[in-house]
């Protein structure tokens, strides 16, 4: 299989990957003005949203719903934000920056200080083959899946399976897997922060099934809640499963390669762009993660190679749900008909 088309032909010869780092430095501070601006366009809409799908919930459940979907949007917003106060790039004091995140943390069902460290984890070992596991998609090479049982195998193909990553996993982990601090259960301070976010939700769900009953919860909370997560998690995935990411292990792991090379930029039209702030410039964030995510197009206004790196249309990414091994010989993710196929060739 070869989806790369445009994908893999659009790459131009550019500088070294650690050449970046110092021209991308200028662009990392934020500007507390335009964090609190997009805060609160962020924040506001959301608010109202909510307001008017409880407000509809007399007048017909299918328009409650609506304002549900488009809330999910908005929510989506805020857990960029609160991403980026996880990297330190949403405002200056990093102190304000964490509370802040906290308090968004609560919304986007998240423990913050848990997410803040698995996440700078996968940024940290992004690429690298010896270091999988926390914080990304589990991905084996083709020669560990050759290795597997018959179970093995079966279990890794229902995991990589769309129903599966798209449909079942969002649920799974924002409703129940961040209710615990998966991997960094042995440090207490995870444990609080996990204790804490679930406290404040449950008292928030409480307060609305109080004041709008159970359907207010059904209608509104749950649906903007799940399409968020699901939208967020399809971002994450295509952000670095795509043919020709970048896959190495040590010594030939490099961190700034890996950055720039096994994160895609996804080209998205303008509303989705804004609503998911600039997330799919990803191989620039990679680079340099202390960007604030409304400096990215910035970055590829002034710096035309980085434009057209990795370059994805939502047409293009939507082949990668069937990419699921990396042949570490070929350097690209197959498919596991791609996977047959090698099989029988050698």
Known sequence: MNNSNDFSRAQPVIRDARDW????????????????????????????????????????????????????????????IQH?????????????????????????LTPYDVWRRSHSMHHSASGDLERRGMGDVHTLTLSEYRALSFSGRLMYRLYRHPLTLFVLGPGYLFFLQNRVPFGLMGEARYWVSAG??????????????????????????????????????????????????????????????????????YVLPKALQWITGNIGIHHVHHLYSRIPFYRLPQVLRDHTDLAKMNRMTIRQSLACARLHLWDEDSRRLLSFADARKAVRVS
């Open 84 to 108: 980026d106060c996880g990297h330190g790039a949403f405002f200056s004091n990093r102190v304000f920056s964490d509370w802040v995140g906290r308090v968004l943390g609560v919304m986007t």
């Open 21 to 80: 780092v110092s021209i991308l430095a200028q662009y990392r501070e934020p500007n507390l003005w335009r964090s609190l601006f997009e805060l609160g366009i962020s924040f506001g809409p959301f608010l109202a949203l909510w307001a008017l799908a409880w407000w509809s919930m007399s007048v017909s459940y299918w328009l409650t719903f609506g304002f549900a979907v488009l809330a999910s949007g908005f929510l989506l917003r805020l857990f960029i």
């Open 196 to 265: 804490s976010t679930n406290l404040a939700i449950a008292a928030i769900l409480a307060a609305i099934w109080y004041f709008g009953g159970f359907m207010a919860i059904v209608l509104i909370f749950l649906p903007s809640s799940l399409i968020a997560a699901t939208a967020g998690v399809w971002l994450f995935y295509i952000q670095h499963q795509f043919e020709e990411t970048h896959w190495d292990t040590r010594p030939d792991w490099q961190l700034h390669d890996a950055a720039l090379h096994g994160s895609s930029h």
